[in-house]
């Protein structure tokens, strides 16, 4: 058939891409994923309001022309919070995957591939860190280290602690997935073929593992951000994330609720783009896993 | 009793050295010198001194971590850095048995709309009324409390605008001040298991035995009851220790925004007067209750189930 000898010209990730876009909920997530990158990235230097100075003479505003989304309990400008807390949130996510990636993905794809101590040691740090259940070691690192954090390095080192404390809770799961599929790919015959020829195992890694777990690292990655923009939350709101006047969403929920019934946007608004991110990063990451399943190859 | 129980008690004491151990060393690491902060301004070295033995810091570390781990076997905590001398039990005791009743009803509840749920969407799979259920309960498991809570809020008002019945907004001691807080709770745990039990009973449907017992003519009640039902409801069990891990964060955010006395409340209390040893003790305590709690389905399930106990 011509289709069949077209799919195996094209090179894989044509293949990948050409799959994605055939998802109707993952273009679409994807392109408010992109959308709600490029306000947080452009949004401030755009809409320059202030997101700390506040307006006396505009305390809870209904949305007017001097602040588009009006105002919360102080007079702070809702869309420059706003804006600034969805930085502060997929900032944090970058980072969180970002350690998920060098530490849970790396140590799994070492520990599976070589075995020995380095498993032990690898699966016996996960298991001791799984031990503890949901956010319970994310909010304790933040608690004992938070203040000290924030005195000596200022509202960068709070960020990187969130992210540091949010990643204990996820680096472990990644570690496991990846090493479990390590321990699957390194019996299969084309790895026990490129070593029967001589391969090193720096070339059979590069080669043959990291491609066959690109996919997964991907996937979980993508679904793992939904997790990790609710827990910063959740840890800014307990007043373990980022500081105040700094804004950060789960932070501009709660702080408005007690004013709910006089000003309802100032807590549906952080709320309505809160649940955007989680939407829009788990169809994606659920049209992602449809992408790399080997099972749905042309 | 077979190798899974063995094997769970044998684990056990890894997992309670796990929170035991990196619990300690977080608030061994932890920077400052409480004692120091304690005394205020003043400067007093046999103060300092005599402060220091009395919590234990002038000791190694491995000293302290086995004087921790006793005290934790005796049932002490430790003592409190911000009210001087206070045994920390004294301050966390009261919040255990709040939080505990508050996550039981909440557990409670979603077990008694998540398996019917799912039950009911198993039943009538494929139809209009199944998919927008599961889609509600998939809603409600990806909905933060955070979240949740305004929506309820809003409604509540509204109600109450219009001279309504409405509940109080936040507080404890009355029994309507339960409501909100245990339904924010139950919620996430309720599409969790809802979809699960879906997923469980689908599965029991396709089994051959069921289609014997249509085919020796069996009533469609008798079928669903005795022969698909039992069966089902196995893995549902499991789902009771997850379940519980997600109550514990919960109840963080819902005790905290609801200003219920529980142990969620008073650890934050804690984090804002820096009283390290409260926090210690609280994650201990929330993480043993899920430990217990995996330990306790795990027990049931292989009570129930006959296979697991000779597969191991």
């Known amino acids: 058939m011509a289709g069949k000898t077209q799919a ?12 994605l876009r055939s998802n109707r909920a993952s273009v679409v997530s994807l392109i408010g994923l992109i959308l709600l990158v490029g306000l947080a990235a452009f949004g401030p230097l755009i809409y320059t309001k202030s997101a700390i100075t506040p307006d006396y003479k505009a305390i809870n505003a209904q949305p007017l022309a001097a602040h588009w989304f009006g105002t919360d309990n102080l007079g702070r400008d809702t869309l420059a919070r706003l804006l600034l807390g969805l930085r502060v949130s997929l900032i944090v996510a970058f980072y969180v995957e970002g350690l998920n990636i060098l530490l849970g993905a790396t140590l799994g794809l070492l520990a599976g591939y070589f075995g020995g101590i380095l498993d032990v040691l690898v699966t016996r740090l996960a298991d001791m860190l799984f031990a503890f259940p949901g956010l319970l070691l994310a909010i304790l690192v933040a608690a004992s280290f938070g203040a000290a954090v924030t005195d000596r390095f200022g509202g960068i080192g709070r960020l990187l602690l969130v992210a540091g404390s949010l990643s204990l809770v996820s680096w472990p799961l990644m570690a496991r997935l990846v090493r479990s599929q390590v321990l699957v790919l390194r019996e299969q015959e084309f790895v026990v073929a490129s070593r029967s020829l001589g391969a090193s195992d720096a070339w059979i890694i590069v080669r043959h593992i990291l491609p066959n777990v690109a996919g997964l690292i991907a996937v979980s990655s993508t679904l793992d951000v939904a997790g990790v923009v609710v827990n910063e939350s959740v840890l800014s709101l307990l007043g373990l994330g980022i500081q105040p ?12 609720m007690p004013f709910l019934e006089a000003n309802p946007l100032q807590v549906f608004l952080p709320s309505a783009a809160l649940m955007l991110i989680v939407l829009t990063v788990s169809f994606l990451g659920d049209g992602l896993r449809d992408v790399f399943d080997p099972r749905s190859l042309p | 009793m077979g190798n899974v129980i063995l094997r769970r008690f044998v684990s056990l004491p890894f997992v309670i050295f796990s929170i035991t151990f990196i619990t300690f060393w977080v ?14 301004g003043r400067n007093d070295q046999a103060t300092y001194e005599r402060l220091r033995h009395l919590y234990g ?5 491995n000293d302290q971590y086995f004087r921790y781990l006793g005290g934790l076997l005796r049932g002490d905590l430790g003592l409190s850095f911000r009210y001087q001398g206070r045994p920390v039990v004294e301050i966390v005791s009261g ?12 557990l409670v509840l979603s077990l008694s709309i998540g398996v019917p749920v799912g039950i009911w969407a198993a039943l009538w799979q494929n139809t209009t009324a199944e998919r927008l259920s599961m889609a509600a309960m998939l809603m409600l498991y990806s909905i933060p409390s955070f979240v949740l809570i305004p929506i309820f809020r809003w409604v509540n008002y509204q109600f109450y605008a219009r001279g309504w019945p409405s509940l109080p907004v936040a507080g404890w001691g009355q029994p309507e001040h339960w409501i909100m807080p245990v339904l924010v709770l139950a919620a996430a745990s309720v599409g969790y298991i809802a979809r699960l039990t879906r997923v469980s009973m689908l599965e029991v449907l396709k089994q051959d035995y069921l289609r014997t017992a249509y085919a020796k003519g069996l009533g469609q009640n008798r079928i669903l009851w005795v022969h698909a039902f039992r069966n089902a409801v196995l893995p549902i069990i499991t789902v009771v220790g997850p379940s519980v891990a997600f109550l514990v964060t919960g109840a963080f955010v819902v005790e905290n925004i609801f200003a219920i006395p529980g142990i969620g409340f008073l650890s934050v209390q804690a984090i804002q007067q820096r009283d390290y040893p409260v926090i210690q003790s609280t994650t201990v305590i929330l993480a ?6 995996n330990l306790i389905t795990d027990l049931l399930y292989s009570l129930l189930d006959p296979r697991i106990r000779v597969e191991g």
């Open chain 2, 57 to 61: 810091l002038d000791q190694t570390w």
């Open chain 1, 245 to 256: 006047p700094d804004p950060s969403i789960g932070k501009m929920i709660v702080d408005s």
């Open chain 2, 27 to 40: 608030g061994f690491l932890a920077p400052g010198d409480p004692i120091l902060s304690m005394m205020g």
């Open chain 2, 95 to 106: 919040g255990i048995p709040v939080s505990v009743s508050l996550g039981a009803v909440a």
């Open chain 1, 8 to 19: 195996r010209d094209r090179s894989l990730w044509m293949t990948y891409w050409l799959r």
């Open chain 2, 288 to 293: 043993a209750a899920v430990v217990l709690m």
